[in-house]
């Protein structure tokens, strides 16, 4: 008998869906009954064992983690999800890492959720491991290695009583802010840090199922799906989006211990898989591989595509180039939706009907959006703005952070800092207001705008727009640009291309040529890394 079954939605529904597969892995499959039985020895374990622990004001509860972050690192596939939910059915807050972190970047992680326990499998320990001594938890019995946890899965040890999640709010009572819903803190993810250090972004449990209702409903996930998930899971995109709504809905994961375009490939065009999510990035690595593959397997992989009912970008513009010639290899039009972590999806094209081109949509079902001035009132018709947004999907707060908490809200609306515009009645994003948006001779201009007509030349790969400070323009539109294979292009002949095309005060006045743009593991650009670029040259 588990108490809180019937309290975390994904939980209860799990058990509808029972004998169905839930996950796939390099290891095999799992159904769902196998994660809610692996999951709950999780959760035991992370409850066993605490008789040592101080009573820190009075909130240590030996039967409920009660919001204690506990950090895990694991190989993507069930021993993830299994960590996950038995986190979550213990009472506790997941912090997931990003596998491939260097260590600085870990402690970061570690200490600033002050971590009371780590979760870490085999191929993590010797980081893991080392970072548990260095913190005392290693003594307190709260380093724990998933393969010694699992292995309690073949003894026949009860099931231990679990705490009941939804109706003990305790931790959220003591530490009460107005942004925070019925239900306690669930997870902490960290912004990925295109513009500042990185903020632990705190969503509860009512967030991420507003979040999972709101995409299951638009892009009506069904049990008969199968999904293959190549994304990192330290990430919205990854847990949410493919994971998440994938056993919400009874649908089954596949889940890549790593991101490899030819294994990508086999996994798109395995016959039964139905739904494929991924960043820019991704698809423009999928579109290199196809290129460089056999005729016979090309026409093999063209065809297996025709067996997906969707296949959705985001996370970074699209470019409408990648777009177009995604459709030409697979036949499909991408989806292509805009959202943060901060506040799950907001803007989608639609599943059913015409999907815009270098557009992001409407929003998605329970979100509210609009788009205000610099004064905060909502801007007219057709003028850009910067999209607010209000909901249930909307995350609680920053954690550790009430005055950047305060400052990211305006009357209940969450300020994205993205700016965009509406257009025949579709949302299209300009970029973000710090960086994105530059001021060049007193206009302002989108970066993306320019990216994308960049993109068009024919000696151009990929391209970075920045602004870089300038006693005369305020700043100067700069681009970084990564050539095609035995291209050549200087300035003046940039200039003069783009001159049919942009504004003149768009047109770049700076040029700089890279072997790569600075990415990261989102394999979005990192715009203040490649501004750094000018100054240093
Ligand atoms: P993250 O919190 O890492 O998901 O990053 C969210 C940011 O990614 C947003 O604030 C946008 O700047 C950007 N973003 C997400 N989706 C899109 C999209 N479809 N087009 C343009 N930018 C996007």
């Given at each position: 008998m588990i108490p809180n079954i019937t309290c975390l939605p994904l939980i209860a529904l799990a058990q509808r869906h029972g004998e169905r597969t839930a996950i796939v892995d390099?290891?095999?499959?799992?159904?769902?009954?196998?994660?809610?039985?692996?999951?709950?020895?999780?959760?035991?374990?992370?409850?066993?064992?605490?008789?040592?622990?101080?009573?820190?004001?009075?909130?240590?509860?030996?039967?409920?983690?009660?919001?204690?972050?506990?950090?895990?690192?694991?190989?993507?596939?069930?021993?993830?999800?299994?960590?996950?939910?038995?986190?979550?059915?213990?009472?506790?807050?997941?912090?997931?890492?990003?596998?491939?972190?260097?260590?600085?970047?870990?402690?970061?992680?570690?200490?600033?959720?002050?971590?009371?326990?780590?979760?870490?499998?085999?191929?993590?320990?010797?980081?893991?491991?080392?970072?548990?001594?260095?913190?005392?938890?290693?003594?307190?019995?709260?380093?724990?290695?998933?393969?010694?946890?699992?292995?309690?899965?073949?003894?026949?040890?009860?099931?231990?009583?679990?705490?009941?999640?939804?109706?003990?709010?305790?931790?959220?009572?003591?530490?009460a802010t107005p942004n925070i819903a019925g239900t306690r803190r669930a997870m902490i993810l960290y912004t990925s840090g295109t513009t500042n250090k990185p903020k632990g972004v705190v969503t509860t449990h009512d967030n991420i199922a507003a979040q999972i209702a709101a995409l299951v409903q638009a892009w009506e996930w069904r049990r008969e799906d199968r999904i293959v998930l190549c994304l990192p899971l330290h990430h919205v995109h990854g847990i949410i989006n493919v994971l998440s709504c994938a056993l919400w809905s009874g649908a089954s994961c596949r889940m890549l211990p790593r991101f490899d375009a030819n294994t990508v490939w086999d996994g798109i065009a395995d016959g039964a898989t139905t739904l494929f999510m991924a960043v820019p990035t991704v698809y423009a690595?999928?579109?290199?591989?196809?290129?460089?593959?056999?005729?016979e397997r090309r026409a093999f992989l063209s065809q297996a595509c025709a067996n997906l009912r969707l296949m959705v970008s985001g996370s970074a513009a699209l470019p409408v180039s990648t777009l177009e010639r995604w459709k030409e290899i697979s036949g499909h039009t991408l989806l292509e939706r805009y959202g943060m972590t901060e506040i799950g999806m907001a803007l989608s094209n639609p599943l059913h009907g015409q999907r815009v081109p270098g557009s992001v949509g409407?929003?998605?079902?329970?979100?509210?959006?609009?788009?205000?001035?610099?004064?905060?009132?909502?801007?007219?018709?057709?003028?850009?703005?910067?999209?607010?947004?209000?909901?249930?999907?909307?995350?609680?707060?920053?954690?550790?952070?009430?005055?950047?908490?305060?400052?990211?809200?305006?009357?209940?609306?969450?300020?994205?800092?993205?700016?965009a515009i509406v257009e025949h009645g579709v949302y299209r994003i300009l970029g973000r207001t710090s960086i994105d948006i530059l001021k060049?001779?007193?206009?302002?201009?989108?970066?993306?705008?320019?990216?994308?007509?960049?993109?068009?030349?024919?000696a151009i790969a990929e391209c970075a727009i920045v602004g870089?400070?300038?006693?005369?323009?305020?700043?100067?539109?700069?681009?970084?640009?990564?050539?095609?294979?035995?291209?050549?292009?200087?300035?003046?002949?940039?200039?003069?291309?783009?001159?049919?095309?942009?504004?003149?005060?768009?047109?770049?006045?700076?040029l700089l040529v890279v072997d790569a743009l600075p990415r990261n593991a989102m394999g979005k650009v990192i715009k203040p890394a490649v501004a750094a670029l000018f100054h240093t040259k």
């Open positions: 390099a290891q095999g499959s799992y159904t769902y009954n196998d994660l809610l039985d692996a999951s709950a020895r999780v959760a035991a374990t992370l409850l066993g064992g605490r008789d040592d622990l101080d009573d820190v004001n009075g909130l240590t509860d030996l039967s409920d983690l009660n919001g204690e972050r506990v950090a895990f690192l694991l190989t993507p596939g069930f021993p993830w999800v299994a960590t996950q939910w038995g986190i979550w059915r213990a009472g506790g807050i997941g912090v997931p890492l990003p596998c491939n972190s260097a260590k600085p970047e870990l402690e970061f992680l570690i200490d600033d959720t002050k971590a009371s326990t780590l979760v870490f499998d085999a191929a993590a320990e010797p980081l893991l491991r080392a970072l548990a001594e260095a913190r005392g938890l290693d003594k307190s019995g709260r380093a724990l290695l998933y393969e010694q946890i699992s292995g309690d899965l073949v003894s026949d040890a009860p099931a231990a009583e679990l705490p009941d999640v939804a109706a003990s709010n305790i931790a959220i009572s003591k530490i690595k999928l579109i290199a591989a196809w290129e460089n593959s056999s005729p409407t929003p998605l079902p329970s979100v509210e959006v609009r788009l205000v001035g610099e004064n905060g009132e909502p801007v007219n018709a057709g003028t850009p703005g910067e999209i607010e947004v209000r909901g249930p999907s909307v995350f609680a707060e920053y954690w550790g952070k009430p005055e950047a908490t305060r400052e990211a809200f305006r009357d209940g609306w969450f300020r994205t800092g993205d700016i060049t001779g007193g206009h302002k201009v989108s970066a993306l705008e320019i990216e994308e007509t960049l993109r068009e030349h024919p870089v400070p300038d006693g005369e323009w305020g700043e100067r539109v700069a681009a970084a640009i990564v050539l095609c294979d035995g291209s050549l292009l200087d300035l003046e002949s940039l200039r003069t291309w783009a001159k049919d095309f942009l504004a003149a005060h768009k047109v770049p006045s700076r």
